[in-house]
């Protein structure tokens, strides 16, 4: 079963509003990370949190962790049409060595 | 930009076919990933690798092979090409549990 899952599978918003994306996981980890992909293409890492932080920014980017619930959000602040793509949560598990991909967000800003 | 690449980007070939997608990377990183991601979908992983003569298998069954006689090449063997091995594969690779870096993709084909 998958790690990770992640809600919405879609969203779509006007540009300049905040997009709002949920991951949820099943056991403990030590790090969770953010991955936009592209149409077509690979991942790129945006952000990393690991299991002692519950927050993280970067740029628009704000990410929150809480392991209690194991649970994080990836909060992108005024959206621009170039924010058009894929997000992934990741998970690295304790004792994994390698990470768990969720579904993904397929996120759309409309001009 | 990432110092990983995948050859060829694109490939149609016809069923039974043998193929080889190229991956290398120029960072000298030990761990190295291929993934499976049909489009708009999760990334299910197939192989990877320690580092040199280190390979193993993913979360994900699949027909293919892999070899890694040399640090920076990480190559994806199918013997036996089918409609069924229709997909994109993404290659990737990390120093350890935290960011990995993707090539991409190789969106392969088979008729």
């Known amino acids: 079963s998958q790690q990770g899952e992640e809600d919405p599978q879609a969203l779509s918003i006007q540009e300049g509003e905040n997009a709002t994306m949920n991951c949820s996981y099943k056991t403990s980890i030590n790090n969770l990370q953010w991955y936009r992909q592209n149409s077509g293409r690979g991942l790129v890492h945006l952000i990393l949190i690991r299991s002692n932080e519950r927050e993280k920014h970067s740029g628009r980017l704000r990410v929150t962790l809480d392991t209690s619930k194991k649970s994080s959000s990836l909060l992108i602040t005024a959206s621009r049409a170039a924010d058009t793509a894929s997000y992934f949560c990741?998970?690295?598990?304790?004792?994994?060595?390698?990470?768990?991909f969720g579904q993904g967000t397929r996120l759309t800003i409309n001009p | 930009e990432a110092d990983i690449y995948q050859t060829p980007r694109y490939l149609v070939i016809g069923t039974g076919k043998k193929i080889t997608l190229e991956c290398s990377q120029t960072?000298?990183?030990?761990?190295m990933y291929w993934y499976q991601q049909d489009p708009g979908m999760e990334l299910h992983l197939i192989h990877y690798s320690y580092g040199v003569n280190s390979t193993e298998k993913g979360d994900l069954s699949s027909e293919s092979t892999v070899s890694r006689i040399r640090t920076e090449h990480f190559p994806l063997t199918l013997e036996s090409a089918r409609p069924s091995h229709t997909s994109q594969y993404l290659c990737a690779s990390d120093r350890g549990t935290d960011t990995q870096y993707f090539g991409p993709g190789t969106r392969l084909t088979v008729l």
């Open positions: 960072m000298g990183h030990d761990k």
């Open positions: 990741a998970t690295d598990a304790w004792g994994a060595q390698k990470l768990v």
